[in-house]
């Protein structure tokens, strides 16, 4: 069974950078149709993509992150690893890391397994 | 940005009804598109994927339609493990998702 499990630091003051791990079971993240997403949720409960990583370390993030994010992954140790720079008040929220499948009927992907977040405030 | 507005923000509804959740697109985003539940203090879970069709282990009360910019999510004889929150999501262009429908207990 697919298991994702997040962790990292709960407190990161404003200007400094987060850093979470993904922790995978049950797949791996070096090979395969699947890859590797990271989504925030804020306290009014709207969800933002954050980016994915694919199995080949190829990335891509969201246009309104990009110049603060980067995406990592180390598959012999099966975790993936998020870094956002320069981070405020606004990035404070409950980070996700998913797994999003390849489905073949329209050839796209969806999140179909999830970690249980880890939960992020800035402040100083 | 493809931007999702869901309606209604809330939805209160008995057990035993249906519920009738929508999802507009600013633009077309065909039929690459999701729901997803929410429960307090968890992670979503994937519903509907490709506009219409249930992921693994959705029950067969819960249905999806639309393309393009408008879409549906169903749910027939509400049960109590229903009432949670809902997201729909596209990924046609990038990836977002909508500002949710929360459906409670009447």
């Known amino acids: 069974q697919v298991r994702l499990q997040e962790s990292g630091p709960g407190l990161v003051k404003p200007s400094e950078t987060l850093s979470l791990i993904c922790n995978v079971s049950?797949?791996?993240?070096?090979?395969?149709?699947?890859?590797w997403t990271w989504i925030r949720q804020t306290a009014a409960k709207r969800l933002e993509w954050i980016g994915r990583i694919y199995p080949t370390g190829v990335t891509h993030y969201n246009p309104s992150l990009t110049s603060r994010v980067t995406m990592s992954l180390d598959k012999w140790k099966s975790q993936y690893f998020l870094t956002l720079r320069s981070v405020t008040a606004a990035d404070t929220a409950t980070y996700f890391c998913?797994?999003?499948?390849?489905?073949?009927?329209?050839?796209?992907?969806?999140?179909?397994?999830w970690g249980q977040g880890a939960r992020v405030t800035v402040s100083a | 940005e493809i931007l999702l507005t869901q309606s209604p923000a809330t939805l209160s509804l008995s057990p035993g009804e249906e519920a009738i959740l929508s999802c507009r697109a600013s633009?077309?985003?065909?039929?690459?598109f999701a729901w997803y539940q929410q429960k307090s203090d968890q992670p979503p879970r994937l519903l509907i994927y490709d506009a219409s069709k249930r992921a693994a282990g959705t029950p067969v009360r819960f249905s999806g339609s639309g393309s393009g910019t408008d879409f549906t999510l169903t749910i027939n004889s509400l049960q109590p493990e229903d009432f949670a929150f809902y997201y729909c999501q596209q990924r046609y262009s990038g990836l977002s998702f909508g500002g949710g429908t929360r459906l409670e207990i009447k």
């Open positions: 633009e077309s985003v065909k039929s690459y």
């Open positions: 049950g797949a791996s993240i070096g090979r395969g149709d699947d890859y």
């Open positions: 998913a797994r999003s499948r390849y489905y073949d009927s329209l050839g796209y992907y969806y999140e179909d397994m």
